[in-house]
């Protein structure tokens, strides 16, 4: 298993569009992945579970992951998040 | 007979008979299977998921004939939802672990996510509660095996007055696109706003926000829906009821009239030149404006396009917006205000929560903390401004400091994109809102950094007499004939005059009749307003002598309240010029 921490910098936040995207990617991965915010810990594949986490801008969110290609899924998804989900210039 | 008060978010006026519609939500029983009937139950989803699917899309064409390609995110989150493998995968969990119908899996699931929803804060998250409720339900109903889609989303059987708690974002959309519903009377409707949008775009009346229409309302009732007014009347006395067909017939002409008084030309009849323009919220919205009359586009207000998240924010995304619109109203000016948030209750709760909003972290002072997103919004417009008609609008200013730091930020964003090749040839214009009062006071200070102002009369009637005019105890008390209000007005343009700079009005002041009547005999000529109001204002200009008005108006100064001054001047213009002020449409 393995772990990273990911701020939110994209200016929306977790909202639905980039809540698909990053279920859509985690959807790609074998690994189980869990995004835990605060108190809660949802599922990366869930895009509903993501929506829950309601996590706004400036928001630390950790990533984890636990399988065969747990190393990749968080790079992936951790670059998603750097990126600010593609949605800013 | 009885009256109902509620929020007219979309012109016109009907009567009809009503439709009660109760939110037809399947009664889902706990009904066990067994092991056996697992795959079968899990068949029956896969195909409710598919018949969904299908619904959706058909619903989406739909809006985009009346709608355009902005159609989408009336129900993007939804599709985004049926096509989430987990979500589903979640479903088919419950029926194989609880050996349960799919109809109760996917209900138990559904109060899961609510409940997970209900504790959130953060509104805009919030909003999405509705999105899933939607789908989920949408998912039930396509269970059954003839799978009659809600009564709700079918068409209403003739033409009725649809009466509902509230609808689905899909309800809205299939309702409506069914031009058969006369008019819309909800108890809620606040929260989202693609209903009152999607009505506005059809043209069907209706008044959201009513409370509690729905226990007030019988189905075969006869109900009239008075949005001039903002009243639903229950059972209208035969008297009242001719008075509304008065109204409709007068409403229907006015319609006629419409596209006739677009063509005349802005001046009244003694010559004397005004402008009007439109407020949109929606991008969408600057494709039709113009066939109301509107001369340009005087407030786009961007706050939208900042708490949707479909539009998301980026530079990029906004430079095609603002680009969009502006070749739309070419070569008509128009004017981006920038985001005004902090006071609105739809308001992420991204900022800390503050005891007086309204006095608070709001509009350019969150923005010259949090500069970034600020800049961003300064960029994409000037790249926009390609076409050479597009001015910026900054809310919310009270000093020189503010508006010398947003010029600092103008000019970094400029070199950014002369770096980047990105700059066309033209400055955007600046301008400031004119909505408290200190701001007034600065006028000839301001004037030196600023090519424009524009009058927020909401807002400086709230400042100045200190009232909100949502708080019901208080609303009375807010008035745009109050004594201190005339003054003001009278100073903004004097001192603009001095300035030497043009001054427009985007309150609501602008689109009613005697208030307006009242701004343009102050020496007023550029209003901004709601698309539909401005025939209508356009027509009782066009009736008028400039020179006879400001005569009239000029003797306002004298009254010491506010109810001489409107009782002055609505006698005095009914004396000059017979039914001007008459509130049906029609006269115009």
Known sequence: MIEKKQQIINKLGLHARAAAKLSHLANMFSSDIYLIYDEDKVNAKSLLGILTLAASVGSEITLQATGEDEKEAIEAIGGLFDRKFDEES | ?588
């Not at chain 2, 999405?128 to 059954?144: A, F, W």
């Not at chain 2, 109204?247 to 009007?276: A, C, V």
């Not at chain 2, 070569?331 to 800390?352: F, I, N």
């Open chain 2, 1 to 588: 007979m009885l009256r109902i008060k509620g929020k007219a978010v979309s012109p016109g006026i009907a009567m009809g008979r009503a439709q009660l519609h109760d939110v037809i939500r399947e009664v889902v029983l706990a009904e066990s299977i067994g092991e056996r009937a697992v795959e079968r139950e899990i068949w029956r989803l896969e195909n409710a998921v598919k018949k969904s699917r299908a619904q959706l899309k058909k619903i989406h064409l739909g809006l985009q004939k009346i709608m355009g390609k902005d159609a989408a995110f009336i129900i993007e989150t939804q599709v985004m939802l049926l096509g989430d493998s987990h979500l589903l995968g979640e479903i088919k969990e419950t029926i194989k672990g609880k050996l349960v119908k799919a109809e109760w899996a996917i209900h138990s699931v559904e109060k899961k996510y609510l409940e997970i929803f209900r504790a959130i804060p953060d509104l805009s998250f919030k909003a999405k509660s509705n999105d899933v409720s939607d789908v989920l339900n949408r998912l039930i109903s396509n269970l059954k095996r003839s799978a009659p889609v809600r009564a709700a989303a079918t068409a209403p059987p003739g033409p009725v007055i649809l009466v509902a708690d509230d609808i689905t974002p899909s309800e809205a959309a299939t309702l409506m696109s069914h031009k058969r519903l006369l008019g819309l009377v909800l108890n809620k409707g606040g929260e989202t706003s693609h209903t009152a949008i999607l009505a506005r775009t059809l043209g069907i009346p209706a008044i959201l926000d009513t409370g509690n229409a729905t226990e007030l309302i019988a189905s075969d009732d006869t109900v009239a829906l008075d949005s001039v007014r903002g009243e639903v009347i229950v059972q209208p006395t035969p008297e009242v009821a001719a008075e509304i067909g008065g109204k409709i017939d007068k409403f229907t002409l006015y319609k006629e009239r419409l596209k006739e008084l677009s063509q005349l030309p802005e001046l009244t009849r003694d010559g004397h030149q005004f402008h009007l323009l439109a407020n949109i919220e929606l991008p969408f919205e600057s494709e039709i404006v113009q066939s109301y009359g509107a001369k340009g586009i005087g407030l786009y207000r961007t706050e939208y396009l900042y708490l949707d998240s479909k539009a998301g924010i980026s530079e990029d995304e906004q430079y095609l917006v603002y680009k969009k619109i502006a070749q739309n109203i070419f070569p008509h000016p128009l004017v981006v205000r920038t985001y005004d948030l902090g006071r609105d209750k739809s308001e992420s709760a991204r900022s800390p929560r503050e005891e007086n909003p309204s006095l608070g972290l709001m509009a350019v002072r969150r923005f010259l903390r949090d500069r970034e997103p600020f800049k961003t919004q300064i960029k994409a417009v000037m790249r926009a401004n390609a076409s050479g008609n597009i001015r910026i609008l900054f809310p919310m200013v009270t000093e020189v400091e503010e508006v010398r730091a947003i010029r600092a930020i103008m000019a970094e964003a400029k070199k950014e994109l002369q770096r980047a090749g990105a700059y066309p040839k033209r400055d955007v214009q600046v301008g400031i809102m004119l909505e408290i009062p200190a701001a007034v006071r600065l006028i000839r200070h301001l004037g030196n950094d600023v090519d424009f102002f524009s009058v927020g009369t909401n807002d400086l009637i709230q400042y100045l007499l200190a009232v909100d005019r949502n708080n019901a105890d208080v609303a009375h008390l807010f008035s745009p004939f109050h004594p201190a209000i005339v003054h003001i007005l009278k100073e903004i343009r004097r001192e603009a005059d001095r300035a030497g700079k043009e001054v427009a009005v985007c309150g609501e002041m602008a689109g009613r009749r005697l208030p307006a009547l009242m701004l343009l005999g102050l020496g007023f000529a550029n209003f901004s307003m709601n698309a539909l109001a401005i025939a209508e204002i356009k027509g009782v200009f066009t009736r008028i002598h400039y020179s006879r008005l400001r005569r009239i108006v000029s003797r306002l100064e004298f009254f010491a309240t506010r109810g001489e001054i409107e009782g002055f001047l609505r006698t005095e213009l009914e004396k000059a010029y017979p039914g001007l002020l008459q509130e049906s449409q029609g006269s115009a």
